[in-house]
């Protein structure tokens, strides 16, 4: 069983910056496909971004130009930087890995953003 440990959330100011990272436990780190998903109060989860084995990012709309995901594939981590953030953006964040058919997701981190 593999386990995904997001930290990094926490309250901001509109405008301000977090970094979330999801360390993991799983022996092909390497190989999965990580994304950061993002469920808001009486919302559906939303995709935020994921980063392929090779490197590969993709990002919702919504946050293109102020996040950013990257892998440490030494660590068994991925990061997302969160820039310019929104109140908009206040959800509880979940890491997910993927590989073939293998899901796992992490417990969650909240972000508020709020003045």
């Known amino acids: 069983q593999v386990q995904l440990v997001e930290s990094g959330g926490g309250l901001v100011q509109p405008g301000g910056s977090l970094r979330l990272a999801c360390a993991t436990s799983g022996a092909n780190f390497r190989l999965d496909t990580m994304g950061w998903y993002r469920q808001a109060p009486g919302k559906q989860r939303e995709l935020v971004a994921t980063i392929t084995s090779a490197g590969n990012t993709n990002y919702a709309d919504f946050v293109k130009g102020r996040f950013a995901i990257s892998r440490d594939n030494a660590k068994n981590t991925v990061y997302l930087q969160m820039n310019s953030l929104k109140p908009e953006d206040t959800a509880v964040y979940y890491c997910?890995?993927?590989?073939?058919?293998?899901?796992?997701w992490g417990q969650g981190t909240q972000v508020t953003v709020s003045s």
């Open positions: 997910h890995s993927n590989l073939g058919p293998y899901d796992y």
